[in-house]
């Protein structure tokens, strides 16, 4: 969020957004122009009537609306949800927009009139890794190999031949420390090398489909800048 020169400065996830100005210029970053900012209040908030809490509640309503029609799965969250911080609410939209503005700098860079989808990822991936001499590929973002971040390392070093030193990766991890270093090196690598991977060590571990592919999209975002 924060690298999106998002203001204010965001510290903490579920407290700063309950004023819904943050998730709206996300919105706007992802969907440029879409927010209609004359419907917005911002700050100075009133001092009266709970210190413009109605206001912030209609900026969350007014976010959560624009989610609806940007197609996103927001059953069941409206904007007194986001105001009041309910964490895996909050984070249902987050993670949304996070996907979707990957998408939208993957499609940039593509020059595609249409959205990259989930399968163009994929094949992507695993055309890089073939091309390279990797052994690594991936089915879909629920892959169970995916828990080791075997492709995801050998992803890393086919967009940067030599970026990876396999000393330090656990070949056929077993038990979940060894594949949380692992997962744990190759996030660190990719951000290395350039791709803004904002997954956890944890998502890799535990296949989070959703977190898993913002991975390989970030990476081929990555790639495809490196060629031209």
């Not at 791709?195 to 990555?222: G, N």
Request: aromatic residues 8%; charged residues 20%.
């Amino acid at each position: 969020m924060n690298s999106l020169g998002i203001s204010p400065y965001v510290q903490h996830l579920y407290t700063d957004l309950c004023d819904g100005l943050v998730i709206l210029q996300l919105i706007d970053s992802v969907k440029p122009n879409c927010v209609q900012w004359n419907r917005v209040t911002r700050p100075p908030w009133p001092k009266i009537g709970g210190g413009g809490k109605m206001k912030k509640i209609e900026n969350c309503n007014y976010a959560v609306l624009l989610g609806n029609q940007m197609k996103f799965s927001l059953v069941g969250i409206d904007g007194n949800d986001i105001h009041n911080g309910i964490e895996n609410l909050t984070l249902a939209l987050v993670w949304q927009l996070m996907r979707a503005y990957t998408l939208r700098i993957l499609q940039q860079i593509s020059e595609s009139e249409q959205p990259i989808t989930d399968k163009q990822v994929v094949e992507w991936c695993n055309k890089k890794l073939k091309s390279a001499g990797k052994t690594s590929s991936i089915e879909h973002f629920q892959d169970p190999g995916i828990s080791d971040s075997r492709a995801v390392v050998d992803l890393i070093d086919a967009i940067k031949t030599g970026s990876i030193n396999y000393k330090n990766f656990r070949e056929n991890p077993i038990s979940d420390t060894d594949k949380f270093l692992n997962a744990k090196y190759a996030i660190s690598m990719a951000r290395k090398i350039g791709a803004p991977v904002y997954a956890l060590p944890e998502d890799l571990v535990e296949v989070k489909p959703q977190m898993v592919m913002t991975v390989f999209a970030c990476l081929m975002a990555r790639g495809m800048t490196a060629t031209k």
